[in-house]
């Protein structure tokens, strides 16, 4: 079992940015899968970054060269510096470990390739 908290949500004006934390205790971070996903009233939960624990990154094409996803294995805490905020990205953000049974690469771009969820931080973009 894996805890997760997020921070550093907000409101910030369109073009700003913002940089979420999300800090794990548990299982050995440097060993899990990391992922962000964010989720619009309304709408589905989606994917947006991910970094296993080999430290290579994934993102979802809507926020590529926007975002930046990385991990600090001393702080056991991994970020998602958003960069360019648009009003679309408004969302509840939530980060989330990898599942020890998704083993592929398409599985930690699906809410179904983690087990375990923060309780997620509001971001806000305004126009």
């Known amino acids: 079992q894996v805890q997760l908290v997020e921070s550093g949500g907000g409101l910030v004006q369109a073009g700003g940015s913002l940089r979420l934390s999300c800090a794990a205790s548990?299982?050995?971070?440097?060993?899990?899968?990391m992922g962000w996903f964010r989720q619009a009233p309304g709408k589905e939960r989606d994917f947006v970054a991910a970094i296993p624990w080999t430290g290579i990154t994934y993102y979802a094409d809507s926020v590529r060269g926007r975002f930046t996803v990385s991990r600090d294995n001393t702080k056991n805490t991994v970020y998602l510096q958003m960069n360019s905020l648009k009003p679309e990205d408004t969302a509840v953000y939530y980060c989330?470990?990898?599942?020890?049974?998704?083993?592929?690469?398409?599985?930690?771009?699906?809410?179904?390739?983690?087990?375990?969820w923060g309780q997620g931080t509001q971001v806000t973009v305004s126009s």
């Open positions: 548990g299982r050995t971070f440097s060993s899990i899968g």
């Open positions: 989330a470990a990898r599942s020890p049974s998704c083993s592929d690469y398409g599985c930690q771009l699906t809410v179904g390739g983690y087990d375990n």
